[in-house]
Nanobody
Framework: QVQVEESGGGLVQAGGSLRLSCAVS??????MGWFRQAPGKEREFVAT????????YYADSVKGRFTISRDNAKKMVYLQMNSLKPEATAVYYC?????????????????WGQGTQVTVSS
C-alpha cells in the first residue's frame, strides 16, 4: 500500500530553522511536493521537485529561504526551512504525483501524508 508520512515539525522561534522529512513507500513517484495549510485557509503550494532533483520550484513566499531535496535510495524527501517567519505557521503536507516533472498544482498530486505541525513564534 502507498504511504506518505511527514515528520520533523515542531515549535521554532522566528528566524530559526527546521527540517521536515517525508518517507514514501509502496511505489515510486517521480514528482514530490510540499504544501501547507494554516487555520481557516486553503492548502497552498510550497515546493516541488523532480525525480533527479534537477527541476525545483518554490512559492514566491519561500524562495531563497526553503530548500526541497530528495534521496531516492532512501525513499525520502526533505524540506529545509530557514529564516522562518510567523506566517509560516501551518500544517505541512508531503504529496506524491504521477506527473513526470515538478508541478505546483494540487490536483496533480495523488497521495498525501497526514501532515506535521510547524509553529513559528514571534
Amino acid at each position: 500500500q502507498v504511504q506518505v508520512e511527514e515528520s520533523g515539525g515542531g515549535l521554532v522561534q522566528a528566524g530559526g530553522s527546521l527540517r521536515l522529512s517525508c518517507a514514501v513507500s509502496g511505489r515510486t513517484f517521480r514528482t514530490m511536493g510540499w504544501f501547507r495549510q494554516a487555520p481557516g485557509k486553503e492548502r497552498e503550494f510550497v515546493a516541488t521537485i523532480s525525480w533527479l532533483g534537477d527541476m525545483t520550484y518554490y512559492a514566491d513566499s519561500v524562495k531563497g529561504r526553503f530548500t526541497i531535496s530528495r534521496d531516492n535510495a532512501k525513499k525520502m524527501v526533505y524540506l529545509q526551512m530557514n529564516s522562518l517567519k510567523p506566517e509560516a505557521t501551518a500544517v505541512y503536507y508531503c504529496a506524491a504525483s504521477g506527473v513526470n516533472s515538478a508541478t505546483h498544482r494540487k490536483s496533480e498530486y495523488d497521495y498525501w501524508g497526514q501532515g506535521t505541525q510547524v509553529t513559528v513564534s514571534s
